[in-house]
């Protein structure tokens, strides 16, 4: 069965900061890129960072560039996202996705498998 378990979500400060995990099993984890979405309050779902496994080439919404850092961690299947300096409008359920290959994008529909999301709230 495949599974993204995205964790990590909570309340904080507007200025602080939170990692979010996400555990991965039951697929190839190897050969997948791995992608952070998030969903504002209202609001579309949209890309927020996207890491390939086979060099671990980053990629970053322009906007959040400098304050999120996305990782991952083949051995174990996890893949994270560290965010730094957050702000009131960071707040938004943030989901962890899985598109085969070496290609990622901002596009959800290039997503096989997806996680359930977990809740960011920030605090200003």
């Known amino acids: 069965e495949v599974q993204l378990q995205a964790s990590g979500g909570g309340l904080v400060q507007a200025g602080g900061s939170l990692r979010l995990s996400c555990a991965a099993s039951?697929?190839?984890?190897?050969?997948?890129?791995i992608a952070w979405f998030r969903q504002p309050p209202g609001k579309d779902r949209e890309g927020v960072a996207w890491?390939?496994?086979?060099?671990?080439?980053?990629y970053y919404r322009d906007s959040l560039k400098g304050r999120f850092t996305i990782s991952r961690d083949n051995a174990n299947n996890t893949v994270y996202l560290q965010m730094s300096s957050l702000k009131p409008e960071d707040a938004a359920v943030y989901y962890c996705?899985?598109?085969?290959?070496?290609?990622?994008?901002?596009?959800?529909?290039?997503?096989?498998?997806w996680g359930q999301g977990t809740l960011v709230t920030v605090s200003s």
């Open positions: 996705a899985a598109a085969q290959g070496s290609s990622g994008s901002y596009y959800y529909k290039d997503y096989n498998y």
């Open positions: 039951g697929f190839p984890f190897d050969d997948y890129v």
């Open positions: 890491i390939r496994s086979t060099d671990g080439s980053t």
